[in-house]
């Protein structure tokens, strides 16, 4: 079983940047694709990036694509989310999932997750 806790979400301004970190334990998060999904107030969660087990695969949403990078580091059982130029549509919780699929999904669906963190919440004042 994977616990994963996500950390670094908090309140900006529009145009400010925030990095998100997930910590696995239990696990061994090399053994998983990671996923950032987020749910805004009354929306679904979507979709936000992914990246493959050896990091060198990523995916983003075309809503965060070139302002947002997920990275991971297999040795500190860390993924992150490095955002950029922050917009107030970005208001949401961020999650971190993982997934056991064999290859990277350019659209992860959130009922495709194995393990979900609880979620932290990025606010962006406009």
């Known amino acids: 079983q994977v616990q994963l806790v996500e950390s670094g979400g908090g309140l900006v301004q529009t145009g400010d940047s925030l990095r998100l970190s997930c910590a696995a334990s239990?696990?061994?998060?090399?053994?998983?694709?990671m996923n950032w999904f987020r749910q805004a107030p009354g929306k679904e969660r979507e979709f936000v990036a992914c990246?493959?087990?050896?990091?060198?695969?990523?995916q983003y949403s075309n809503s965060v694509k070139g302002r947002f990078t997920i990275s991971r580091d297999n040795t500190k059982n860390t993924v992150y989310l490095q955002m950029n130029t922050l917009k107030p549509e970005d208001t949401a919780v961020y999650y971190c999932?993982?997934?056991?699929?064999?290859?990277?999904?350019?659209?992860?669906?959130?009922?495709?997750?194995?393990?979900w963190g609880e979620g932290t919440l990025v606010t962006v004042s406009s």
């Open positions: 999932a993982a997934d056991n699929r064999v290859y990277l999904s350019s659209s992860p669906s959130a009922s495709g997750m194995d393990y």
């Open positions: 990246v493959s087990r050896s990091g060198l695969g990523r």
């Open positions: 239990g696990g061994t998060v090399s053994s998983y694709n």
